[in-house]
């Protein structure tokens, strides 16, 4: 998802990693938890519940939708989060990753993330693009895309 200036992991609103030109940012929400260079950075590797289904974001807000509207309040229904490792200089360090709806995510598109986030490490002149990140999202999605 696309933030200011950066390119954000996980719910924005939660538990997320901010990918930016210079550096990952782990948040809880607004509150900034650690700053790591991307110098530092060996690798990150999202673990989320996936499916093959291809829209599970508008299935799992329809059916919360639904119930919400059966039961006349909200049923107190968040996704499950998943966790990110986030391994740097060598050592691996297992952060929670609160995700954006129930259900699990796509899997093309995590392996698309995971191949973005991949070529953002490996590649430090491209990490500019995080200043506007909006065109990485499509490029993520081809990535997803080309992994069927």
Not at 67 to 85: E, H, K, Q, Y
Not at 104 to 129: D, K, M, S
Request: proline share 9%; charged share 20%.
């Amino acid at each position: 998802m696309v933030v200011p200036e950066a390119l954000a992991v996980g719910d924005p609103g939660r538990n997320h990693l901010r990918l930016t030109p210079d550096a990952v940012i782990i948040r809880d929400g607004v509150e900034n938890r650690g700053i790591v260079s991307w110098g530092d950075v060996d690798t990150i590797v999202m673990d989320v519940p996936t499916t093959r289904f291809r829209l599970p974001g508008l299935v799992g807000t329809i059916l919360l939708g639904a119930l919400t509207a059966a039961m006349l309040t909200d049923p107190g229904v968040d996704p499950d989060d998943g966790s990110v490792t986030l391994t740097v200089e060598g050592e691996p360090r297992i952060l929670p990753l609160s995700r954006h709806h129930a259900g699990g995510y796509w899997a093309p598109t995590v392996t698309g993330a995971h191949r973005l986030i991949a070529h953002l490490i490996a590649n430090p002149e491209q990490r500019a693009l995080l200043t506007r990140p909006e065109p990485l999202i499509d490029v993520a999605a081809r990535l997803a895309r080309g992994t069927r």
